[in-house]
């Protein structure tokens, strides 16, 4: 959820390949909060990405992508810590593969070991993006949607939460 994003005129000076890790499966999710919109879509998978870095937010080659169910009772929170854990496990993985000179990104890219991330099943998350209604839920009809949005707004009881509150009125 990193808000921040490299512009062109400092990738421009790095001269050697760069990996970004990302919380979801990429194409899937890609921009801020992707676990609050894998819980809101209803989708039935998450996981970690990590990818190269180019000028265009979250669509450089994917290098390892790790996955899992989500569950019925799952919450930001929850997949947020899953998602740390299984990005240094992960970590691991993409390190030995690159400490071998036969897979150096180069060559993973160029060999097609890295994976295309294939932009036409893309979904972007933007910073400014909310939930249906601002997470007002009074006027959703979906009682399950209604329900995704309360567990997708949950980021834990000590973290700051820019994303959204979910909130009734009267």
Avoid at 14 to 21: D, P, R, T, V
Avoid at 60 to 67: A, M, P, S, T, Y
Avoid at 116 to 122: E, G, I, T, W
Avoid at 147 to 160: D, F, V
Wanted: aromatic share 8%; proline share 3%; glycine share 4%.
């Amino acid at each position: 959820n990193n808000p921040k994003i490299l512009n062109s005129k400092l990738l421009s000076k790095i001269k050697c390949n760069s990996i970004n890790y990302h919380d979801s499966i990429l194409p899937k999710n890609s921009g801020v909060n992707a676990t609050s919109w894998a819980i809101i879509n209803g989708d039935a998978t998450a996981g970690v990405t990590w990818h190269l870095i180019n000028e265009q937010i979250d669509k450089g080659d994917i290098l390892i992508q790790k996955e899992y169910p989500i569950k019925q009772q799952d919450t930001a929170y929850h997949l947020n810590s899953q998602n740390f854990n299984l990005a240094l496990e992960s970590l691991n993985e993409l390190l030995a593969k690159l400490s071998s000179i036969e897979n150096s990104i180069d060559k993973m890219v160029l060999d097609k070991k890295a994976k295309d991330n294939n932009l036409v099943k893309r979904s972007y998350n933007g910073l400014h993006k909310k939930p249906e209604n601002f997470g007002f839920l009074n006027d959703i009809k979906d009682f399950e949607y209604a329900k995704r949005i309360i567990r997708a707004c949950y980021n834990g009881p000590t973290a700051a939460n820019e994303f959204c509150t979910a909130k009734l009125f009267r």
